[in-house]
């Protein structure tokens, strides 16, 4: 059974984890660095190449991923909830599909960096909002009427992709792939999506108990005095903003929305803490941030100098974690 | 003091152009256990998620220990609500892994503060509910690894740690067996000797009249029934509530209905 000062140890621990994978993708890279030259860089001491090259290029490339890993798999975890299903993902809901639409739609008019993220931002919400409309028409809440709206936006969106993308110019057609892939190198800046990261973290806490009573069911959840209609507004609108933020600042990135509260989940379970969301989301942000930290350093290097979209490699390494997992949950009931 | 737990007064309440029952008059005070028979699809559910407040009457006043419902607003304490009335619902979920001892644990939200965990005491109280439900041994267990008997008496147990003052039980008795129907329905007659008052959706009119002092009958048509088991569960009332004919026979002291 988890308790806080257990919940707290184990966050501890995942705080620990991501410090290192940070440390890890610092020195990482075409310039290696010593791990104590890393420290003295950040400080702003040693050598001046180092410097620029960890405090300018590796730092807010590494914090963007650690945000929108943390953002994936925080947005994930809540989507799971809100819709009862463990296979549910960020991008179910047709976020990204409408993320998608802007950023490619600024991308065809060569518009600049930072107005491409604007209208994916712009975008991502146009899209939470179709679907929510359009789900809560007749104010209820039912979970095929969302599921099935957000799919059907979502393969809207996807065709509205396959024509920008069959009527853009040649050369544009690499920025826009990439985008769509999900790739860390387009990034402006990591503080927004850290803040709304640690915000969207400290929003959720008071409400892990509902959470839980919600995954149970809602009449549950009413009978035990939850206020069901708001909070889950509220978990659908927190997870989408999480969503939204993380696909403006790294294109839509797969699998780590996914795979990361599933595999927290699961771990929880195996070490007979149980499926306790006040430990879950936490644990999930870190580990799923910690994670997209890792897979990014490998997309820059693994192939240096050329880079791989990051979204390639989550995906790569998430197919058979999750075909894994998806393969051995039956032969736990036995 | 002579609060009701519950009271109904001119009570309408309809679902899908069925209506439910029509000018129910009814108090449940505490120490009561009260039956809710009727056919299928006669709306004794419906009634019931009215009475805990989730859905809204049609007309006619509602009242759970003096607090009218629906019980919505801004100023509404849904919790404060929850310490005084618990439901069985006839359904469990368990999309997620989940141990036996944390879902039973579930049931203490109402008695916990926003930034509180679980303590001892709420574990003590979530064991002895285990115990009470025989199932000891059992708090470890992965809830989606228990058979359809078990669940059904961990959601009981589960509401026994809510520790409600009003029990609203929707098929208290689905999926156990005999010795485990007979066991909890005597916890709950229990329950109610301690003071609590219990309503419960049954199906059985034999149980009804051996663990329930009062009865309510629904007939469908808006009609109801309602007053002491003695009284009002008879083989007359029964043929005309299920449209089969029953007989009644004697057993031990107790009366119990079959079909002819």
Redesign the interface.
């Known amino acids: 059974?988890?308790?806080?000062r257990r919940a707290l140890l184990v966050l501890a621990a995942l705080v620990g984890v991501a410090l290192l994978s940070l440390f890890v993708a610092l020195a990482a890279g075409s310039m290696t660095v010593a791990f104590a030259d890393v420290l003295r860089a950040i400080g702003g001491y040693g050598d001046g190449l180092a410097i620029e090259v960890i405090r300018g290029l590796r730092l807010p490339r590494a914090l963007a991923a650690f945000a929108c890993g943390g953002l994936l798999a925080l947005a994930g975890a809540l989507m799971?909830v809100l819709l009862?299903?463990?296979l549910a993902d960020p991008y179910v809901l047709g976020i990204s599909g409408g993320a998608a639409v802007g950023a490619l739609t600024a991308m065809l008019a060569g518009l600049t960096l930072a107005i491409i993220n604007l209208f994916a931002f712009a975008g991502a919400l146009v899209a939470m909002l179709v679907v929510f409309g359009l789900a809560h028409g007749d104010s209820s809440w039912t979970r095929s009427r969302l599921l099935l709206t957000g799919i059907i936006v979502a393969s809207g969106c996807g065709a509205v992709v396959a024509l920008i993308m069959s009527i853009a110019p040649e050369e544009g057609l690499r920025g826009m792939l990439f985008w769509l892939m999900g790739d860390l190198g387009h990034s402006v800046s990591p503080w927004p999506a850290l803040a709304i990261l640690a915000l969207g973290l400290l929003a959720m806490q008071?409400f892990g108990?509902?959470l839980?009573?919600l995954?149970?069911?809602d009449?549950?959840a009413?009978?035990?005095?939850?206020?069901v209609t708001r909070v889950k507004f509220g978990i659908y609108a927190l997870a989408s903003l999480l969503t939204a933020v993380a696909v403006t600042t790294a294109g839509s990135i797969g699998f780590i929305g996914l795979v990361v509260p599933h595999l927290v989940?699961?771990t929880m379970?195996r070490l007979?803490w149980?499926?306790?969301q006040?430990l879950l989301l936490p644990a999930s942000a870190l580990f799923g941030g910690s994670l997209l930290v890792l897979a990014d350093t490998l997309a820059r290097t693994v192939i240096a100098p050329q880079q791989l979209p990051v979204g390639v490699l989550t995906a790569l390494l998430g197919v058979p974690v999750f075909l894994f997992l998806l393969g051995r949950q039956p032969n736990?009931?036995k | 003091m002579n609060t009701p737990v519950l009271e109904a007064r001119q009570l309408a309440v309809g679902i899908g152009g069925h209506q439910v029952c029509r000018a129910l008059d009814w108090r449940v005070s505490a120490g009561e256990s009260w039956a809710i028979l009727g056919r299928n699809g006669v709306g004794k559910s419906t009634l019931l998620a009215t009475l805990a407040g989730f859905r809204a009457q049609q007309r006619g006043f509602l009242a759970i220990a003096g607090l009218p419902l629906p019980h919505t607003g801004p100023g509404a304490d849904l919790r404060a609500m929850a310490r005084i009335r618990g439901f069985l619902s006839q359904h469990q979920f368990d999309p997620f892994a989940s141990t036996v001892l944390e879902t039973v644990l579930v049931g203490r939200h109402p008695h916990l503060g926003r930034w509180d965990w679980e303590s001892d005491a709420d574990r003590r109280i979530a064991e002895a509910a285990l115990h009470e439900l025989d199932m000891d041994g059992f708090a470890e267990r992965d809830v989606q690894t228990l058979s359809g008997g078990e669940r059904q008496r961990l959601a009981v147990a589960q509401l026994l740690t809510q520790e409600p003052q009003l029990f609203l039980l929707d098929e208290p008795l689905t999926h156990l067996d005999l010795s485990h129907q007979v066991a909890v329905m005597e916890m709950f007659a229990r329950r109610a000797s301690q003071g609590a008052a219990t309503v419960a959706v049954l199906h059985d009119p034999g149980f009804a009249a051996r663990y329930c002092g009062r009865a309510l009958l629904l007939f469908g048509d808006g009609e109801w029934l309602a007053g002491p088991a003695a009284e009002v569960i008879n083989a007359a009332n029964l043929t005309r509530l299920y449209g089969h004919p029953l007989r009644e026979l004697c057993a031990d002291g107790h009366r119990w209905f079959v079909p002819r």
């Open positions: 059974m988890p308790n806080r799971q009862r299903n463990p008071p108990r509902e839980n009573l995954s149970r069911g009449t549950l009413l009978a035990l005095g939850v206020s989940r699961l379970i007979g149980g499926n306790d006040r736990e009931r």
